[in-house]
C-alpha cells in the first residue's frame, strides 16, 4: 500500500516526483507559482499571501508535526525571497527539541537560516545544542555542530567549547571533521577562546581520515597567517601530506576530474609559500615536491590549472630556485597561449608574479600580452594594465602612461577611473623623462579624470611649476612656466573642466600669466572672469580666481604701470563684496584696498614670484608679548598652560570674568564651591567626577591599594587625594555572558621580519638562459603588424638599463611625501592623583565608621539578641547641628539596590564587593565591603523577625524550603 501512495504520488508530481517526495501539494503550488511569475510585483503578492496563510495556519493549536514542517519549509522559502517571516522563528526554535531526527534536522536548517548570532532567540538554542551534542546518534550531533558554527557568539563560546572538544575524540570520523571546523569558526569569532587549543589541531594533522586532516588545514593555515616562525616545524609534514596526496595515496573518493584531492592541494600549497618565504633552508624542503606536481599536474581540466596555478603562486612566493621557475614560465607561457580568456588571465597574474623575480621574463612574451592588452574583454585588459605598471621603467614610460590614460577616457567606471587616474601620476612622478612631459601628462589626468584625483598632486603640480628645474637656469625655469600657462589658457576652452583643474589653472595664470610679456594683463583678467562665469556655484574656484586678479594687479603696480579693471572685472568685484561667503568678501576687500596703495607698498605685500620662499612662522607668537603685559597690568588674568590645567582639581569651576557676567542671568550648572577647611579628609568632588565610568567613590574610610592589599590608608590632614578614594577595580575581571569590559595585554609570539624573495640579493641563483621550447610568437604568427612590433619594441625595450633611475639631478620632481602628517591628540583624564589637597575639607556625606562583613563563625543573631532594646547612639565622624544627627545620604542612595545583573557562578564574582587582581591572573578576588544601614535597631528587629520564621544566615533552612515548595 505504501509502494502504491508512492507511486501514485510521483505520477501527481510527474517529472519531479523524486525530488520533491514528501512535500505537500501546496508547498508545489507554491514553487509552481512563484516560478511562473512574470515580475517582481506578482512575486511580491504570492509571497505575502503565502505569509498571510501562514500566520494564520501556524497559530492554530494542536497543528501535527509533519504539518508543522511543511509549514516551516514555506517560511523558509519566503524568507529566502526577502520577505519577512519573524512570526515562524519560535516554532523553529520549538523544532529543534523534537525526538524525530528528521524534524530536528529541519529545525535546525531553518534556524540557521532565520536566526543571526545576536539574536534574541539564540538563549532558547544554547541548552538544546548542549543535549544534542551529547546523543548517542552521530548525525544529532553532526547537526548540532552545524548549528554550532552558525549560532554560537562570543559570549556563549563557553558553554559549548568543552563539549566540542571531548568530540574531537569521536569514532565518527564525520563528527571529528565537523568539531574541528566549529572550533575554527570558534576561533574566527573569538581567537582568545581557542588560543589554547592549538596543540589540538597539531594533532588533526596527523588524522587517519583525510577529511579530518584537510578539515585541520584551514584553521593552521590562519594560525600559520598570524605567526609563521611557530610553525616552521610543521613543514616536514605539510610535505609529506603534500606528496602522499600527489602520489594518489588517498581513496578514489577524494578524486575530483581525475586529480587527487585538488583542494587540499591547493590550500598545502598556500601554507608552503607562507612557510618558505625568504627562508631558504625551508625552501629546500619544498623544492621537490613541487617539481613533482609541475611534472605530474593534469592541465586538461580546470581544476589542474588551479593546481598548476597555485604552484607557480608557491614557486614565486618561497627562495627562488632556477629549475622551478624554468617550470613556472614554462605553465605560464600554456597560460598565455591558451585561447580561454580565464587561462589568459592566469597567464598575465602569473607573469605578474614571476616578474618580480626576473623582470626579463616579460619580454619572451611580448606579443602575447599586446594581444591581452588589445582583447575585447575588459577583465583580461585591467589585469594586463596591472602587468604593464609593474614593468614599468623609464624607457617605456611614455608609451604605457599614453596607454593608460587612452584606456581611462573610454570607460565610465569611476571606481577604476580613479584607480588608473593615481597609477598615472605614481609612474609620472616617479619615471618622468623631463618636466614638459609631466606637465602635459598631468594635464590630461586633470582634464579626463576630474576632481577624482587626489588633492595632493595638484598640489605636486604647482610646486614644480613653481620651483622648476631646481639649477639656476633661469631661462629653463621660463621656459617651463612658458609652456605651462600657453597650454592652460588653450584648455580653458574646452567645457566642463574639473573644479580642482580650475584651481591649479587660475593659480598658474595669476603667477606666470602675463612674467614674460606674451600676453596682456586685460587678456589674462579677462580669461580668469570666464572661468568664474562658467562656475557660478563653485566658491572654491571664484576664491582662486580672485586671487589670481589680484597678484595680476599687484605685479604691475609694483612695476609702475597702471592697471585698467574691466567692466566685467569690477561687477565680479562688486559681486564678491557682497557675496554670503566671508572668505571671498575678504577677498574682495583687500583687492580694493590694494588698487588704492602706492607700488612700493604693493611689492612688498605681494612680491614677484615669491611662492617658494619659506614663511618663517613664530610660533611662540612674541610679537604679542607687550600687549599681553598690558593686558595683565590692566587686571587681565595670566594665561595657563593646558598641563597646569590638566592639574587643577576645580578646573571645572575656573571661569573668567567675562564668562561669569555673562552667564550670571542664565541658568549655572556648574558643580557647587568646596566648602571651608577642615582637618577631615575628603574625596575631592572634581576629581571623582573626572574619573571614568568604571571608577566609583567607595562610601566610607576604609580603602585598599592594587598592590598591598588589606593594608589602610593614612587618614589625615597630610593624606593626598592620590591616597583616598579608590574606586571598584574590574581590570582583570572576564565577563563571562557579556562583551569583555578588561583590557588584556596581547600576548604572542612577535612576528618575525617578513624578508623578500631574496629578489636583487639572491638573483644570481637564477639562470637566465634562452629556451627554444617557451612560446615563441614569431614561429606561430609568421606575419605580425608593423604597429604590434613597434608597441612591443616600446614596452619591452631590452636595451633599457636594468637598474631603474629616476629622472637626473637636473630635473626636480614634486615630492609625493610632502603632506603634514596628522598629529593625533592624547586624551588625558584628571584622577585625584594628578592634584594636591591644599585644603581638607569634610565629606559631608560620610556619616560613620566603615563596617567591614566577615562570614560569622557562629549564630549572629545569638549573640545580637542582646542588643534589642534600647540602643547606644553610634557617634561617627558627621557634623552635627543643634544636637540632630544628620540623615544618612548614601545609605539613602544606595540602599536595597537590586544587583544589576545576574553572573554565572562559575565566574567566581560575587555582587557585592571591592575586587582587586594579581598581577598575571584573571581570577578576582573578593575582599571586604563597606556597608551601612540607616537604623542598627531595626535591622536587628527585622532579623530577629525573620529568624522566628526559621531562616539563618548560616545554612540552609528546611522548613522554609519545605514550605516553599511543598
Known amino acids: 500500500m505504501e509502494q502504491l501512495k508512492t507511486i501514485g504520488r510521483e ?45 494564520r495556519r501556524i497559530a492554530e493549536p494542536d497543528v501535527p508535526r509533519r504539518r508543522m514542517k511543511d509549514y516551516i519549509i514555506r517560511l523558509v522559502y519566503a524568507e529566502m525571497l526577502g520577505h519577512d517571516a519573524s512570526f515562524g522563528y519560535i516554532h523553529a526554535v520549538k523544532m529543534t527539541h523534537d525526538d524525530s531526527l528528521a524534524l530536528k534536522r529541519t529545525g535546525y536548517l531553518a534556524v540557521t537560516l532565520f ?70 569558526r570558534f576561533y574566527q569569532r573569538s581567537p582568545s577562546s581557542v588560543s589554547h587549543l592549538i596543540s589540538n589541531f597539531r594533532k588533526k594533522l596527523c588524522d587517519n581520515d583525510p577529511g579530518v586532516m584537510g578539515a585541520s588545514l584551514y584553521p593552521l593555515f590562519d594560525f600559520i597567517t598570524e605567526d609563521v616562525n611557530s610553525y616552521k616545524d610543521l613543514v616536514t609534514s605539510f610535505v609529506s601530506v603534500l606528496k602522499q596526496v600527489a602520489e594518489r595515496k588517498l581513496p578514489k573518493t577524494y578524486d575530483y576530474h581525475q586529480m587527487p584531492a585538488p583542494f587540499i592541494q591547493i ?79 592566469m597567464g598575465i597574474d602569473s607573469l605578474g608574479r614571476l616578474i618580480k623575480i626576473n623582470p626579463d621574463i616579460a619580454e619572451e612574451h611580448q606579443l602575447a600580452v599586446i594581444d591581452c592588452l588589445e582583447d575585447p574583454d575588459d577583465t583580461l ?38 584607480e588608473i587616474a593615481s597609477r598615472c601620476v605614481a609612474l609620472a612622478e616617479q619615471f618622468a623623462p623631463s618636466n614638459q612631459w609631466f606637465i602635459q601628462t598631468m594635464n590630461k589626468v586633470f582634464e579626463h579624470a ?34 605651462a600657462v600657453d597650454s592652460y589658457l588653450r584648455i580653458l576652452g574646452e567645457p566642463k573642466l574639473p573644479s580642482l583643474f580650475l584651481q591649479v589653472i587660475c593659480w598658474v595664470l595669476g603667477e606666470y600669466g602675463t612674467a614674460d610679456g606674451k600676453y596682456a594683463v586685460s587678456y589674462i583678467i579677462g580669461k580668469l572672469c570666464d572661468v568664474t562665469e562658467a562656475h557660478l556655484c563653485n566658491d572654491t574656484v571664484k576664491a582662486y580666481a580672485i ?100 592639574g587643577m582639581s576645580g578646573v571645572s569651576n575656573f571661569r573668567s570674568p567675562y564668562q561669569q557676567e555673562a552667564s ?98 639572491h638573483q644570481d641563483g637564477i639562470r637566465s638562459q634562452s629556451r627554444d621550447t617557451v612560446y615563441d610568437s614569431r614561429r606561430q604568427q609568421p606575419e605580425v603588424s608593423a604597429e604590434k612590433q613597434r608597441l612591443a619594441a616600446s614596452l619591452f625595450s631590452s636595451s633599457a638599463s636594468k637598474t631603474e633611475k629616476k629622472p637626473t639631478s637636473g630635473q626636480r620632481m614634486p615630492k609625493g611625501s610632502d603632506a603634514n602628517a596628522e598629529k593625533s591628540s592624547v586624551a588625558r583624564s584628571v584622577s585625584p592623583g594628578n592634584s594636591e589637597v591644599k585644603t581638607a575639607a569634610p565629606d559631608l556625606l560620610d556619616f560613620g565608621e566603615p563596617v567591614p562583613i566577615s562570614a560569622p563563625t557562629i549564630d549572629p543573631f545569638k549573640e545580637l539578641e542582646g542588643l534589642i532594646g534600647p540602643a547606644q547612639a553610634v557617634i561617627d565622624n558627621s557634623i552635627t547641628t543643634s544636637g540632630v544627627q544628620a540623615p544618612d545620604l548614601m545609605a539613602t542612595l544606595y540602599m536595597d539596590t537590586p544587583p544589576s545583573g545576574s553572573r554565572s557562578s562559575s565566574s567566581g564574582l560575587v555582587s557585592e564587593g571591592v575586587y582587586s587582581t594579581d598581577k598575571g591572573s584573571h581570577t578576582a578576588k573578593p575582599t571586604p565591603a563597606v556597608k551601612k544601614g540607616p537604623n542598627l535597631q531595626d535591622a536587628l528587629g527585622k532579623d530577629a523577625t525573620v529568624r522566628q520564621v526559621g531562616v539563618t544566615p548560616t545554612g540552609n533552612n528546611p522548613n522554609l524550603f519545605r514550605d516553599l515548595l511543598g
Not at 588551479?306 to 613556472?328: F, R, T
Not at 639656476?472 to 612658458?482: F, K, V
Not at 592620590?722 to 569590559?741: E, M, S
Open 547 to 646: 586671487s589670481a586678479i589680484m597678484k595680476i594687479c599687484a605685479f604691475e603696480i609694483a612695476a609702475g604701470r597702471k592697471v585698467e579693471m574691466l567692466p566685467e572685472c569690477q561687477s565680479f568685484i562688486d559681486e564678491l563684496s557682497a557675496s554670503h561667503s566671508t572668505d571671498l568678501q575678504q577677498r574682495a576687500y583687500e583687492l580694493q584696498a590694494l588698487l588704492s596703495l602706492d607700488s612700493q607698498a604693493v611689492g612688498s605685500v605681494l612680491p614677484l614670484d615669491a611662492s617658494c620662499e619659506d614663511i618663517e612662522v613664530d610660533k611662540e607668537l612674541s610679537f604679542l608679548n607687550n600687549f599681553v603685559q598690558q593686558s595683565i597690568e590692566m587686571g587681565a588674568n595670566p594665561y595657563l598652560p593646558e598641563s597646569e590645567q590638566l
Open 381 to 418: 585588459k585591467r589585469k594586463t594594465f596591472e602587468l604593464l605598471y609593474k614593468m614599468t621603467k623609464s624607457s617605456n614610460v611614455e608609451v604605457i602612461v599614453d596607454r593608460m590614460i587612452d584606456y581611462m577616457i573610454s570607460i565610465n567606471d569611476n571606481h577604476y577611473k580613479t
Open 664 to 761: 550670571s542671568h542664565t541658568l549655572r550648572f556648574e558643580a557647587y564651591e568646596l566648602p571651608k577647611p577642615s582637618s577631615i579628609p575628603v574625596i575631592p568632588q572634581a576629581s571623582v567626577l573626572t574619573q571614568t565610568r568604571d571608577l566609583v567613590p567607595v562610601p566610607g574610610t576604609t580603602y585598599y591599594r592594587e598592590n598591598n592589599l588589606g593594608s589602610k590608608l593614612p587618614t589625615g590632614p597630610e593624606a593626598s587625594s592620590a591616597d583616598v578614594g579608590i574606586k571598584l577595580r574590574l581590570d582583570g575581571v572576564q565577563k563571562k555572558w557579556g562583551k569583555p569590559t578588561y583590557s588584556s595585554s596581547s600576548s604572542g609570539a612577535t612576528s618575525a621580519e617578513k624578508t623578500t624573495n631574496g629578489i636583487g640579493a
Open 11 to 55: 505520477l501527481a508530481m510527474g517529472s519531479q516526483g523524486g525530488a520533491w517526495a514528501g512535500q505537500s501539494k501546496e508547498f508545489l503550488d507554491l514553487v509552481k507559482s512563484i516560478g511562473e511569475a512574470r515580475s517582481k510585483a506578482e512575486e511580491d503578492r504570492i509571497i505575502l499571501l503565502e505569509i498571510e496563510t501562514l500566520r
Open 115 to 184: 536566526l543571526s548570532d545576536d539574536h534574541d532567540l539564540i538563549i532558547l538554542i544554547i541548552n538544546t545544542i548542549q543535549k544534542d551534542l551529547r546523543s548517542d546518534n552521530y548525525l544529532i550531533v553532526c547537526a548540532a555542530l552545524t548549528a554550532a558554527c552558525k549560532l554560537i557568539n562570543e559570549e556563549t563560546i563557553p558553554a559549548v567549547l568543552p563539549q566540542v572538544v571531548d568530540l574531537l575524540a569521536h569514532p565518527k570520523e564525520a563528527v571529528r571533521k565537523k568539531a574541528v571546523m566549529a572550533l575554527h
Open 267 to 345: 590550500k598545502l600549497l598556500k601554507i608552503l609559500a607562507l612557510l618558505g618565504s625568504g627562508d631558504k633552508q625551508t625552501s629546500g624542503h619544498i623544492y621537490n615536491v613541487l617539481s613533482d606536481i609541475f611534472r605530474k599536474c593534469e592541465t586538461s581540466s580546470n581544476i589542474g590549472n588551479a593546481v598548476l596555478y597555485e604552484c607557480i603562486c608557491c614557486v614565486s612566493s618561497i627562495y627562488p630556485n632556477a629549475k622551478l621557475m624554468d617550470s613556472a614560465i614554462e605553465a605560464t607561457s600554456k597560460f598565455l597561449k591558451s585561447d580561454s580568456h580565464n587561462l589568459k588571465y
Open 450 to 483: 576630474g576632481d577624482l584625483v587626489n588633492v595632493r598632486v595638484a598640489h605636486n603640480l604647482m610646486r614644480l611649476i613653481s620651483e622648476g628645474f631646481g639649477e639656476d637656469d633661469e631661462g629653463a625655469d621660463s621656459q617651463l612656466r612658458s609652456s
